[in-house]
């Protein structure tokens, strides 16, 4: 069973990902677990102090070395403890490589992971140097800044967690390799079959299966077209699906 520890402040905010929906299923069902780790609860002082002052000055707080280290070398050890042979260390950070599904891929492949999710300006480099670095991975979920590490960490462990054995119904298994195929999704409709005077495609309603999959596949291949081509580049078009998007180019 996959392990998650998690070093962060705010562990409550975990909770969407282990009580909700597909991932708090899987939770239920003992397919991964998950345990938070508060770098509060490994500090020394009576305020329980775990930020202070950049040095070399500049605006906010810096999460500081001890209580961090101590939080993440205490995660690490409870994995070593678990029988995770090498944790694989993760830390969150806007500097970090992006994620890719080839990552979810690889991780998903891992017996344990420790996510350490900063918070305030970031973390001091040293707790990187000791606990990340070597054979460790930084990872970033996008160029836009978020508050804290700690969203970027339940995205990872969502991606991931749909990614296990079992998790996934046979549908939503069979769903998914149509983003793994390279494609954005077709459009999707249920009842009724007239919705404000806008009426759901005939084709859908015809009952004929292959013309269903080609419009289908027709629709896909056009809104990556329009909205991601450099997904379509990737990944090239067949003289069939050529034939395809055309038709879509001259209906749309
Ligand atoms: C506005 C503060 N920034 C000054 C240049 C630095 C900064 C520090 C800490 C920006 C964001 C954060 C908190 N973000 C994360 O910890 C984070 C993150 C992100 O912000 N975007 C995308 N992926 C990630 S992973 C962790």
């Known amino acids: 069973m996959l392990q998650f520890d998690v070093v962060t402040l705010f562990p409550k905010m975990f909770d969407a990902v282990t009580e909700a929906g597909v991932t ?16 509060r609860d490994f500090s020394n002082n009576a305020h329980r102090t ?8 500049g605006p906010g707080m810096v999460m500081m070395a001890e209580p ?35 990552i979810v891929m690889s991780l998903a492949a891992e017996q344990g992971i420790v996510l350490l999710a900063g918070r ?3 973390v001091d480099e040293r707790v990187i140097a000791r606990q990340i670095a070597d054979g460790g991975d ?25 990614q296990l054995p079992g998790v996934l119904g046979d549908a939503e298994s069979a769903q998914q390799d149509s983003f793994v195929n390279g494609l954005l999704d077709c459009p ?14 005939p084709v859908l309603m015809s009952g004929n299966h ?43």
Do not use: C
């Open 24 to 39: 708090g299923r899987a939770n239920e069902r003992r397919l991964y677990q998950f345990l938070p780790w508060n770098p």
């Open 50 to 57: 775990v930020d202070d002052r950049p040095y070399g000055g």
């Open 68 to 102: 961090l280290d101590r939080a993440v070398y205490a995660a690490r050890q409870r994995q070593i403890s678990a029988g995770v042979r090498k944790p694989k260390m993760v830390y969150l950070s806007p500097q970090g490589r992006r994620l890719t599904h080839e």
């Open 120 to 122: 305030y300006e970031g």
């Open 138 to 162: 930084e990872i970033s979920i996008g160029d836009y800044v978020l508050s804290g590490g700690e969203l970027a960490a339940m995205v990872l462990m969502d991606s991931v967690i749909r």
């Open 188 to 201: 999707h409709y249920t009842r009724p079959e007239v919705y404000e005077g806008m009426a759901v495609p």
């Open 210 to 252: 292959a013309d269903i999959a080609r419009w289908r596949l027709k629709q896909a291949l056009g809104r990556t077209q329009q909205r991601r081509p450099d997904l379509l580049a990737a990944r090239g078009v067949s003289t069939e699906e050529r034939k395809l998007l055309d038709e879509y180019m001259i209906e749309n």
